[in-house]
């Protein structure tokens, strides 16, 4: 019997691909005066090809930037300090987070997220999605020393919640991080689809969030 729902974060509850297009569109009208030299459109496109979709930090991301475009009025340390404090307030949820949650409550689940990522930052997202205090637990792998797919930030999961693996069911887009990490662990994997990976092997494979209240009959 499910007791208890984990999510992964980026690309399962928060639309991080929308997210990242907001900001980095926002930080080039907030910053134009520095950035404007660079066309708009090559700014946007160029930094969310060195992102990678997250799993590039940004230090790295934004020095590239200023050495290829040669700003000179801000130094890479400034778009990063940029990044950390303005990120959040481009955070786009998926379709039907909120609804999900509340149905998943009124089931009597316990909520938890396990999160790569570092610690302040992914808990601004978290605040500024508006979902903390749905959740039981939160683990972020800069806090807890420890990152997906390692089997101990799980086991630490389930140890918090005084829960069997069997017990819990994790969904994730990453297949090998989220889906086949939770699985070899015993729990029920749940893959949210993301168009980036096809045939991916999981338990169930969701569109919608809220297809998950389902699973948890």
């Known amino acids: 019997m499910i007791k208890a729902v984990l999510f992964d974060l980026d690309g399962t509850l928060?639309?991080?691909d929308a997210s990242v297009a907001q900001f980095i569109q926002n930080q080039y009208e907030r910053l134009v005066d520095s950035v404007g030299h660079i066309p708009k459109e090559e700014y946007i496109a160029r930094f969310?090809?060195?992102?990678a979709r997250g799993y590039v930090w940004k230090d790295t991301v934004y020095q590239q930037i200023v050495k290829e475009y040669k700003i000179t009025k801000f130094h890479w340390e400034d778009l990063l300090k940029d990044y950390i404090e303005e990120f959040k307030?481009?955070?786009v949820p998926f379709p039907n987070l909120i609804r999900m949650l509340d149905e998943l409550k009124g089931k009597s689940l316990k909520l938890g997220i396990i999160t790569n990522g570092q610690g302040k930052f992914q808990m601004d997202n978290i605040k500024a999605l508006g979902i903390e205090?749905?959740?039981d637990i939160i683990l972020v792998s800069e806090w807890e020393g420890l990152?997906?797919?390692d089997k101990r930030i799980f086991e630490k999961a389930l140890h918090r919640l005084n829960l069997?693996?069997?017990?819990a069911m994790f969904i994730g887009d990453h297949p090998e991080n989220?889906?086949?990490a939770s699985m070899q662990m015993g729990m029920v994997g749940v893959w949210k689809r993301d168009a980036q990976w096809s045939m991916v092997e999981?338990?169930?494979i969701v569109n919608d969030l809220i297809e998950i209240v389902d699973l948890v009959i």
């Open 14 to 16: 928060l639309n991080r």
């Open 178 to 180: 989220d889906v086949k």
């Open 164 to 167: 069997s693996a069997s017990e």
């Open 202 to 204: 999981a338990d169930y």
């Open 89 to 91: 307030h481009s955070c």
């Open 147 to 149: 990152k997906k797919p």
């Open 48 to 51: 969310i090809e060195l992102d």
């Open 133 to 135: 205090e749905y959740f």
